[in-house]
Protein backbone atom coordinates (compact mmCIF):
# COMPACT_ATOMS: atom_id res chain seq x y z
CA UNK A 1 0.00 0.00 0.00
CA UNK A 2 1.03 3.26 -0.72
CA UNK A 3 0.63 6.40 1.82
CA UNK A 4 0.97 9.90 0.18
CA UNK A 5 1.58 12.76 2.97
CA UNK A 6 0.12 15.71 2.03
CA UNK A 7 1.13 19.06 2.61
CA UNK A 8 -0.03 22.58 1.81
CA UNK A 9 1.72 25.11 3.10
CA UNK A 10 2.23 28.66 2.83
CA UNK A 11 4.84 32.10 3.67
CA UNK A 12 6.34 31.39 6.96
CA UNK A 13 6.14 28.22 7.61
CA UNK A 14 9.86 26.81 6.46
CA UNK A 15 11.13 25.96 10.27
CA UNK A 16 7.81 23.53 11.33
CA UNK A 17 8.00 22.00 7.50
CA UNK A 18 11.20 20.80 8.09
CA UNK A 19 10.56 19.62 11.56
CA UNK A 20 7.62 17.56 10.08
CA UNK A 21 9.41 16.40 7.13
CA UNK A 22 12.33 15.63 9.18
CA UNK A 23 10.34 13.51 12.09
CA UNK A 24 8.21 11.61 8.39
CA UNK A 25 11.59 10.92 7.37
CA UNK A 26 13.00 9.60 10.68
CA UNK A 27 10.07 7.06 10.96
CA UNK A 28 10.52 6.06 7.18
CA UNK A 29 14.51 5.14 8.20
CA UNK A 30 13.48 2.49 10.49
CA UNK A 31 11.00 1.06 8.27
CA UNK A 32 7.05 1.40 7.76
CA UNK A 33 5.04 -1.44 6.35
CA UNK A 34 4.11 0.18 2.79
CA UNK A 35 5.42 3.04 0.57
CA UNK A 36 5.22 6.49 1.39
CA UNK A 37 5.78 9.88 -0.32
CA UNK A 38 5.44 13.32 0.88
CA UNK A 39 3.50 15.98 -1.85
CA UNK A 40 4.01 19.73 -0.83
CA UNK A 41 1.97 22.05 -2.44
CA UNK A 42 3.80 25.99 -1.50
CA UNK A 43 1.45 28.69 -1.94
CA UNK A 44 4.38 31.07 -3.06
CA UNK A 45 6.65 31.49 -0.20
CA UNK A 46 9.51 33.15 0.58
CA UNK A 47 10.87 32.12 3.49
CA UNK A 48 13.06 29.17 1.70
CA UNK A 49 11.11 26.69 1.19
CA UNK A 50 11.55 25.91 -2.18
CA UNK A 51 15.54 25.76 -1.40
CA UNK A 52 14.95 23.34 1.03
CA UNK A 53 12.59 21.00 -0.69
CA UNK A 54 15.40 21.09 -3.69
CA UNK A 55 17.64 19.59 -0.98
CA UNK A 56 15.48 16.91 0.20
CA UNK A 57 14.65 15.87 -3.00
CA UNK A 58 18.42 15.48 -4.07
CA UNK A 59 18.95 13.67 -0.83
CA UNK A 60 16.35 11.45 -1.25
CA UNK A 61 15.41 10.38 -4.86
CA UNK A 62 11.62 9.67 -5.72
CA UNK A 63 10.15 10.59 -1.78
CA UNK A 64 9.32 13.96 -2.51
CA UNK A 65 6.31 15.87 -5.06
CA UNK A 66 6.87 19.41 -4.68
CA UNK A 67 5.12 22.38 -6.58
CA UNK A 68 5.64 26.27 -6.07
CA UNK A 69 2.72 28.61 -6.86
CA UNK A 70 3.97 31.79 -8.24
CA UNK A 71 1.14 33.56 -6.59
CA UNK A 72 -1.04 32.30 -3.79
CA UNK A 73 -4.08 30.48 -5.17
CA UNK A 74 -5.37 30.88 -1.56
CA UNK A 75 -6.19 27.63 0.58
CA UNK A 76 -8.56 25.60 -1.66
CA UNK A 77 -6.68 25.53 -4.63
CA UNK A 78 -3.80 24.63 -2.70
CA UNK A 79 -5.46 22.16 -0.84
CA UNK A 80 -6.74 20.77 -4.58
CA UNK A 81 -3.47 20.76 -5.76
CA UNK A 82 -1.74 18.90 -3.14
CA UNK A 83 -4.17 15.62 -3.72
CA UNK A 84 -3.32 16.35 -6.92
CA UNK A 85 0.42 15.41 -7.02
CA UNK A 86 -0.36 12.60 -4.92
CA UNK A 87 -0.22 8.72 -6.24
CA UNK A 88 -1.07 7.01 -3.34
CA UNK A 89 -3.70 4.68 -2.14
CA UNK A 90 -4.40 6.89 0.76
CA UNK A 91 -3.10 10.51 1.62
CA UNK A 92 -2.94 11.85 4.86
CA UNK A 93 -3.45 15.61 5.05
CA UNK A 94 -0.87 17.45 7.27
CA UNK A 95 -1.28 20.92 8.20
CA UNK A 96 2.47 22.31 8.07
CA UNK A 97 2.85 22.91 11.58
CA UNK A 98 1.53 20.01 12.89
CA UNK A 99 3.47 16.71 13.19
CA UNK A 100 2.81 12.72 12.68
CA UNK A 101 3.97 11.40 16.01
CA UNK A 102 6.54 8.58 16.54
CA UNK A 103 5.48 5.31 14.94
CA UNK A 104 1.95 7.09 13.38
CA UNK A 105 3.16 6.33 9.88
CA UNK A 106 3.52 2.15 10.61
CA UNK A 107 0.39 2.47 12.44
CA UNK A 108 -1.80 4.22 10.48
CA UNK A 109 -0.87 2.08 7.39
CA UNK A 110 -1.22 -1.37 9.75
CA UNK A 111 -4.51 0.12 10.41
CA UNK A 112 -5.07 0.94 6.85
CA UNK A 113 -4.39 -2.57 5.06
CA UNK A 114 -6.64 -4.20 8.04
CA UNK A 115 -9.29 -2.34 6.59
CA UNK A 116 -9.25 -2.84 3.08
CA UNK A 117 -12.05 -0.56 1.04
CA UNK A 118 -12.55 1.80 3.97
CA UNK A 119 -12.98 5.29 2.37
CA UNK A 120 -10.67 6.90 5.67
CA UNK A 121 -9.97 7.37 8.93
CA UNK A 122 -10.10 10.23 11.91
CA UNK A 123 -6.96 9.59 14.22
CA UNK A 124 -6.76 11.15 17.90
CA UNK A 125 -3.99 13.65 18.54
CA UNK A 126 -2.21 15.59 21.42
CA UNK A 127 -1.71 18.73 21.74
CA UNK A 128 1.23 20.76 21.89
CA UNK A 129 2.59 24.35 22.79
CA UNK A 130 3.34 26.48 20.32
CA UNK A 131 6.80 25.68 20.33
CA UNK A 132 6.50 22.27 20.07
CA UNK A 133 8.21 21.60 23.47
CA UNK A 134 5.32 21.00 26.59
CA UNK A 135 2.98 18.59 25.74
CA UNK A 136 -1.05 20.04 26.52
CA UNK A 137 -2.69 16.63 26.21
CA UNK A 138 -5.53 15.54 24.20
CA UNK A 139 -8.41 17.40 22.78
CA UNK A 140 -11.15 17.76 25.17
CA UNK A 141 -13.40 14.75 25.96
CA UNK A 142 -16.68 16.13 25.26
CA UNK A 143 -15.06 16.42 21.67
CA UNK A 144 -14.25 12.94 21.22
CA UNK A 145 -16.52 9.73 20.44
CA UNK A 146 -17.70 7.91 23.47
CA UNK A 147 -15.35 5.54 24.55
CA UNK A 148 -12.88 7.41 22.42
CA UNK A 149 -9.85 5.09 23.99
CA UNK A 150 -11.35 2.39 21.43
CA UNK A 151 -11.33 1.77 18.15
CA UNK A 152 -14.32 2.55 16.29
CA UNK A 153 -15.12 1.57 12.66
CA UNK A 154 -18.52 3.11 11.20
CA UNK A 155 -20.73 1.82 8.82
CA UNK A 156 -23.10 4.50 8.61
CA UNK A 157 -22.40 7.94 7.70
CA UNK A 158 -24.33 9.92 10.17
CA UNK A 159 -23.11 7.51 12.95
CA UNK A 160 -19.39 9.20 11.86
CA UNK A 161 -20.45 12.23 11.61
CA UNK A 162 -22.16 11.78 14.84
CA UNK A 163 -19.08 10.58 16.51
CA UNK A 164 -15.91 12.49 14.40
CA UNK A 165 -17.92 15.49 12.80
CA UNK A 166 -16.38 17.75 15.01
CA UNK A 167 -12.41 16.82 14.12
CA UNK A 168 -13.68 17.08 9.68
CA UNK A 169 -12.25 20.76 9.92
CA UNK A 170 -8.77 19.90 10.74
CA UNK A 171 -7.22 18.47 8.01
CA UNK A 172 -3.87 17.18 10.32
CA UNK A 173 -6.09 14.46 11.70
CA UNK A 174 -8.04 12.98 8.09
CA UNK A 175 -6.84 10.13 6.05
CA UNK A 176 -8.71 9.38 3.08
CA UNK A 177 -9.00 7.27 -0.16
CA UNK A 178 -7.38 9.40 -2.74
CA UNK A 179 -9.73 7.91 -5.56
CA UNK A 180 -12.62 8.66 -3.72
CA UNK A 181 -11.54 12.16 -3.06
CA UNK A 182 -10.51 12.81 -6.66
CA UNK A 183 -14.35 11.28 -7.57
CA UNK A 184 -15.98 13.85 -5.44
CA UNK A 185 -14.02 17.07 -6.34
CA UNK A 186 -15.19 16.07 -9.86
CA UNK A 187 -18.80 15.63 -8.72
CA UNK A 188 -18.99 18.84 -6.37
CA UNK A 189 -16.79 21.05 -8.67
CA UNK A 190 -14.36 24.40 -7.90
CA UNK A 191 -16.93 26.49 -8.12
CA UNK A 192 -19.30 24.97 -5.16
CA UNK A 193 -16.14 24.06 -3.23
CA UNK A 194 -15.21 27.91 -3.43
CA UNK A 195 -19.00 28.71 -1.50
CA UNK A 196 -17.13 27.28 1.30
CA UNK A 197 -14.85 30.04 2.45
CA UNK A 198 -13.08 28.31 5.74
CA UNK A 199 -13.89 24.47 5.27
CA UNK A 200 -14.26 23.02 2.08
CA UNK A 201 -12.41 20.18 3.45
CA UNK A 202 -14.97 19.42 5.34
CA UNK A 203 -17.35 19.25 2.92
CA UNK A 204 -15.34 17.23 0.61
CA UNK A 205 -14.74 14.59 3.24
CA UNK A 206 -18.29 14.63 4.57
CA UNK A 207 -19.25 13.96 0.50
CA UNK A 208 -16.84 11.22 1.00
CA UNK A 209 -18.35 9.63 3.57
CA UNK A 210 -21.56 10.13 2.41
CA UNK A 211 -20.42 8.28 -1.21
CA UNK A 212 -19.08 5.61 0.84
CA UNK A 213 -19.96 5.48 4.56
CA UNK A 214 -16.84 3.31 5.65
CA UNK A 215 -15.11 5.18 8.51
CA UNK A 216 -12.60 4.67 11.18
CA UNK A 217 -11.41 6.54 14.30
CA UNK A 218 -8.20 5.69 15.17
CA UNK A 219 -7.69 6.01 19.16
CA UNK A 220 -4.00 6.88 19.51
CA UNK A 221 -2.31 9.84 19.40
CA UNK A 222 -0.92 9.72 15.80
CA UNK A 223 -0.60 13.81 15.31
CA UNK A 224 1.43 16.43 17.55
CA UNK A 225 -0.83 19.57 17.08
CA UNK A 226 0.56 22.68 17.57
CA UNK A 227 -1.76 25.09 19.16
CA UNK A 228 -1.68 29.24 19.54
CA UNK A 229 -0.80 29.53 15.99
CA UNK A 230 -3.72 29.94 13.66
CA UNK A 231 -2.66 31.36 10.49
CA UNK A 232 -6.35 32.58 10.08
CA UNK A 233 -6.41 34.54 13.44
CA UNK A 234 -3.75 35.98 12.04
CA UNK A 235 -5.02 37.07 8.62
CA UNK A 236 -7.77 38.07 10.58
CA UNK A 237 -5.94 40.59 12.88
CA UNK A 238 -6.02 38.41 16.02
CA UNK A 239 -10.21 39.76 15.57
CA UNK A 240 -11.29 37.02 17.59
CA UNK A 241 -14.93 37.53 17.30
CA UNK A 242 -15.01 38.17 13.72
CA UNK A 243 -12.51 34.58 13.51
CA UNK A 244 -15.72 32.93 15.63
CA UNK A 245 -18.52 34.12 13.49
CA UNK A 246 -16.95 33.77 9.74
CA UNK A 247 -16.31 29.92 10.90
CA UNK A 248 -19.55 29.21 12.64
CA UNK A 249 -21.68 30.44 9.49
CA UNK A 250 -19.01 28.60 7.34
CA UNK A 251 -19.39 25.78 9.09
CA UNK A 252 -22.96 26.24 9.31
CA UNK A 253 -23.53 26.34 5.65
CA UNK A 254 -21.14 22.78 5.18
CA UNK A 255 -23.20 20.82 7.75
CA UNK A 256 -26.50 22.26 6.11
CA UNK A 257 -25.78 21.63 2.76
CA UNK A 258 -24.27 17.74 3.66
CA UNK A 259 -27.19 17.00 6.09
CA UNK A 260 -30.03 19.32 5.07
CA UNK A 261 -31.05 22.92 7.40
CA UNK A 262 -31.67 22.23 11.42
CA UNK A 263 -29.51 18.39 11.34
CA UNK A 264 -30.28 17.06 14.61
CA UNK A 265 -26.29 15.82 13.79
CA UNK A 266 -25.23 19.23 13.50
CA UNK A 267 -27.22 20.17 16.36
CA UNK A 268 -25.46 17.49 18.46
CA UNK A 269 -21.85 18.66 17.59
CA UNK A 270 -22.87 21.99 18.57
CA UNK A 271 -23.74 21.27 22.02
CA UNK A 272 -20.52 19.31 22.15
CA UNK A 273 -18.74 22.52 20.97
CA UNK A 274 -20.71 25.04 22.18
CA UNK A 275 -18.87 25.11 26.23
CA UNK A 276 -15.29 25.18 24.49
CA UNK A 277 -16.02 27.62 22.40
CA UNK A 278 -19.05 29.75 22.33
CA UNK A 279 -19.64 30.36 26.23
CA UNK A 280 -20.39 33.31 27.65
CA UNK A 281 -16.90 33.74 29.25
CA UNK A 282 -15.64 32.52 25.80
CA UNK A 283 -17.69 35.14 24.17
CA UNK A 284 -16.66 38.24 26.57
CA UNK A 285 -13.07 37.15 26.39
CA UNK A 286 -12.94 38.07 22.23
CA UNK A 287 -15.20 40.71 22.79
CA UNK A 288 -12.69 42.58 25.44
CA UNK A 289 -9.77 41.27 22.99
CA UNK A 290 -10.68 43.10 20.09
CA UNK A 291 -14.00 43.98 19.22
CA UNK A 292 -15.88 47.20 16.41
CA UNK A 293 -19.64 48.22 17.10
CA UNK A 294 -20.21 46.56 13.48
CA UNK A 295 -18.40 43.13 15.04
CA UNK A 296 -20.71 43.43 18.32
CA UNK A 297 -23.73 43.63 16.17
CA UNK A 298 -22.61 40.44 13.24
CA UNK A 299 -21.65 38.69 16.83
CA UNK A 300 -25.41 39.00 18.00
CA UNK A 301 -27.11 38.58 14.72
CA UNK A 302 -24.54 35.23 13.93
CA UNK A 303 -24.69 33.60 17.15
CA UNK A 304 -28.22 33.65 17.71
CA UNK A 305 -28.94 32.32 14.51
CA UNK A 306 -26.60 29.33 15.48
CA UNK A 307 -27.26 28.48 18.55
CA UNK A 308 -30.52 29.44 19.14
CA UNK A 309 -31.94 26.37 20.49
CA UNK A 310 -29.24 25.80 23.11
CA UNK A 311 -31.13 26.61 26.89
CA UNK A 312 -27.09 27.84 27.70
CA UNK A 313 -26.82 30.03 24.95
CA UNK A 314 -29.68 32.05 26.89
CA UNK A 315 -28.53 31.94 29.89
CA UNK A 316 -25.03 32.36 29.42
CA UNK A 317 -23.50 33.90 25.83
CA UNK A 318 -26.80 36.22 24.76
CA UNK A 319 -26.42 38.37 27.97
CA UNK A 320 -23.00 39.28 27.22
CA UNK A 321 -23.65 39.70 23.08
CA UNK A 322 -26.23 42.19 24.59
CA UNK A 323 -23.43 44.24 26.74
CA UNK A 324 -21.25 46.71 24.89
CA UNK A 325 -17.72 45.84 24.55
CA UNK A 326 -16.34 48.59 26.71
CA UNK A 327 -18.41 47.88 29.31
CA UNK A 328 -17.25 44.68 29.40
CA UNK A 329 -13.25 45.63 28.84
CA UNK A 330 -13.79 47.59 32.08
CA UNK A 331 -15.26 44.39 33.52
CA UNK A 332 -12.06 42.30 32.66
CA UNK A 333 -9.33 45.49 33.92
CA UNK A 334 -11.06 45.39 37.48
CA UNK A 335 -12.05 41.91 37.63
CA UNK A 336 -15.51 42.17 37.93
CA UNK A 337 -16.68 39.59 35.05
CA UNK A 338 -14.62 37.00 37.63
CA UNK A 339 -16.67 38.37 40.84
CA UNK A 340 -19.65 38.51 38.88
CA UNK A 341 -19.57 34.67 37.72
CA UNK A 342 -18.57 33.37 40.82
CA UNK A 343 -21.40 35.52 42.54
CA UNK A 344 -23.70 33.79 39.77
CA UNK A 345 -22.20 30.03 40.13
CA UNK A 346 -25.04 28.79 42.70
CA UNK A 347 -27.93 29.72 40.14
CA UNK A 348 -26.63 28.81 37.10
CA UNK A 349 -26.77 24.58 36.09
CA UNK A 350 -23.84 22.63 36.21
CA UNK A 351 -21.87 21.84 32.97
CA UNK A 352 -22.17 18.58 31.71
CA UNK A 353 -19.27 16.02 32.40
CA UNK A 354 -16.79 16.14 30.02
CA UNK A 355 -17.38 13.67 27.30
CA UNK A 356 -21.28 13.97 27.29
CA UNK A 357 -23.01 16.50 25.39
CA UNK A 358 -25.75 18.18 26.87
CA UNK A 359 -29.35 18.73 25.99
CA UNK A 360 -28.77 15.86 23.77
Known sequence: MKL????????????????????????????????????????ASEDGTADMM???????????????NETNLRFLRNLLQVFSLASG??????????????????????TL???????????CASRYDKEMQHEIGPFPARLLPEHWEQMHVYRSADDAFRDCGAFLGYISVLIIDRALWQEV???VGEERLGSFR???????????????????????????????????????????????IETMEDGSRVWAALLGPRSPIHRTMTRKVYPL?????????????????????????????????????????????????????????????KKLRAVTAPFRRPRAPEGHASNV
Open 4 to 43: SICIPTHDGRVAPLRAAIDGILAQIARGVPGEVEVCVSDN
Open 54 to 68: REYAADYPGRFVYRR
Open 89 to 110: DYCWLLSSDDQIAEGGIATALE
Open 113 to 123: QAHPGVAGMTV
Open 185 to 187: AAE
Open 198 to 244: HFPQTFMIGSVIKKHPYWIWHPEMLVKCRTANDALIELMSNNLIKYH
Open 277 to 337: TWGGGAVAGYKAASCTPRDEAAALVAFTRNLYFLPDFWKSTFPVLLLPRALIAVGFKYGWA
